[in-house]
């Protein structure tokens, strides 16, 4: 099955489920093309009102944070060795993670949310021609024997009860030696992780 035949049909895969377009942007030294929901607030609402109460069912994932795009144009900058692998925590969009793969890495995308996942999956095909690989992780249960030299997520922390979650999530897959890239435009969550991280 060549490329185009690829995209349409994970295009396919998403507009089954979601309202979408294309957008793409200059992030950096690449321009990345980003299949994504286009009325996040609206899915917010009808994904809130049929679960009440519950914050696992707000769609952070459908929005595109404008710090993910400043962790995205860092990443650009960066010529990774070939093959690195790379863990994105909270992938959202898999924007950040598709900067990586673009910059050389192999990445996996992850999320606690198929629907992040399949949005991470299509982008990774709308950009490099290849269906990304994805890893379902919930922080509250972190999965043992994933290791990464790199690890990055941008704006993916929002409660601070899971920032030792988070915490706990870094250390176990983060490998000696290792880097991570946590950028966040200063939430109370991600300055406790910060400092979680610190100690």
């Known amino acids: 099955m060549n490329r185009a035949n690829n995209i349409k049909r994970a295009l396919g895969m998403v507009q089954n489920r979601f309202d979408t377009r294309i957008v793409r942007y200059p992030t950096g030294r690449f321009n990345i093309d980003l299949c994504q929901v286009c009325d996040p607030d609206r899915l ?32 650009s900058r960066k010529k990774l060795p070939p093959g690195l692998p790379v863990i994105e925590l909270g992938c959202g969009t898999g924007l950040t993670g598709v900067a990586a793969a673009l910059a050389g890495a192999k990445v996996t995308f992850t999320d606690y949310k198929e629907e992040a996942l399949l949005l991470a999956r299509v982008n990774h095909m709308l950009n490099l021609g290849s269906f990304g690989s994805t890893a379902l ?37 983060l490998a000696v030696g290792g880097t991570l890239l946590l950028a966040h435009p200063g939430r109370e969550a991600a300055e406790l992780a910060v400092d979680l991280l610190e100690e």
Request: contains cysteine.
């Open 137 to 173: 992780l919930d922080w509250r249960k972190p999965a043992r024997g994933a290791s990464a030299q790199l690890i990055i997520a941008a704006d993916a922390l929002y409660d601070t009860d899971l920032a030792l979650p988070l915490v706990d999530t870094i250390d176990s897959t």
């Open 44 to 75: 917010a609402i009808e994904l809130c009102t049929k679960a009440p109460g519950d914050n696992d069912q707000v769609p952070y994932w459908a929005q595109i944070w404008p710090v993910a795009f400043a962790l995205a144009r860092f990443i």
